[in-house]
Structures are given as C-alpha cells and as structure tokens.
C-alpha cells in the first residue's frame, strides 16, 4: 500500500533493533488496517448495487414505468462508479444503438432520441467483452467512441471511457 518513513529521532539517538521491530507491527497493523477498509468499501457498493438491482427488478417485474426504471439504474450506475457521464443504449428494430436513458451534470434527456451512429458499437456488443479507453485530456486521438459520446453530456471530450455491453443468454 506505500511506505512508513521516519527520520531522526526526538532525542537524537540512533534508532535501535526494538524500534525497528515496533516500526514494522505499526507498519503491518496500518497495511490490515487499509486493507480491512478497502475490503469494507467494496463489499458496501456490492450491497448498494444489489439494492438498485432489487429495485430495477422489482419495478420491471411490475411493469412500472420502464424508463424512470432504467434512468435510475444509470444514475446509480454513474454515482456509484464516480463517472461523469452515465448513459444506456439498445438495439431498436432495425439494429441501430439507441440512447434509452442519460444521466450526468449537463445532460439533456433525451431517451430514445439520440442514436450512437458509429460501425464500432455493434462490434462492442457482438464481442460482450466489457471495454475500458483512456486518453489524457488534450489527446488528439480520443476515439471515435469516447468522441461520440461526449457531446450527449455536453463535455468537451472524454477522457475515459467505459462500455459495458448488458447481455442476456449466451
């Protein structure tokens, strides 16, 4: 996780061998310590995440309101993985991506208005590998994707990406 430091001791003598034995239980105690919260963390976004799913189930299995229900899931979606752009598309009919819920500062509901255009999408969703791109803000080269993106949430550019195709069966 990193590295314990000390310099020079308050008195000015040297450090001994009993220090150096308490300085690395400090040290391991610190490392369970982070790794107990980390631990903690994670297993309380598996619950939340079990929570908004319970939810979207529900709601669906109830034949409520389909898009509040997958608006929702987006937005919990983006909160819970600090993204700044959330957004949901799905074939139509005729096989073209559609936008069915956006969420993020900026954005503009649109669902089912806007349609991801570029010949990459359906090679994403053919694959149902999970796909993550990064770019540095100014790159030149942010990918058509990232770049097809952006401007449904009003962002200049995006500098990570991270595409998810949501599949059912096999």
């Known amino acids: ?5 000390l310099t020079e001791r308050l008195d000015g003598t040297p450090f001994s061998e009993q220090d150096e034995i308490l300085l690395e239980g400090l040290a391991t105690a610190a490392g369970i310590a982070i790794e107990n919260a980390q631990l903690y963390r994670r297993a309380q976004g598996r619950q939340e995440w079990s929570q908004v799913v319970g939810e979207l189930t529900q709601t669906l299995l109830e034949r409520r309101n389909e898009s509040t229900a997958l608006a929702r899931m987006v937005k919990h979606a ?8 959330g957004l949901l598309a799905v074939q139509d009919e ?6 069915q ?3 993020g500062e900026g954005t503009v509901p ?10 990459r999408w359906p090679i994403i969703l053919h694959e149902r590998v999970p ?17 097809e993106l952006a401007p449904l949430a009003g962002l200049d550019e ?7 195709p949501i599949t059912v069966g096999a």
């Open 131 to 147: 796909l993550l791109l990064l770019a540095m803000p100014g790159d030149r080269h942010v990918g058509e994707l990232p770049a």
């Open 94 to 99: 005729a096989g073209h991506l559609v936008v």
């Open 101 to 103: 819920a956006i969420e």
């Open 1 to 5: 996780f990193g590295n314990l430091y």
């Open 110 to 119: 649109h669902a089912g208005v806007a349609q991801l255009r570029s010949p």
């Open 158 to 164: 995006v500098a990570a990406c991270a595409l998810v």
């Open 78 to 85: 983006r909160e819970m993985g600090g993204a700044s752009l």
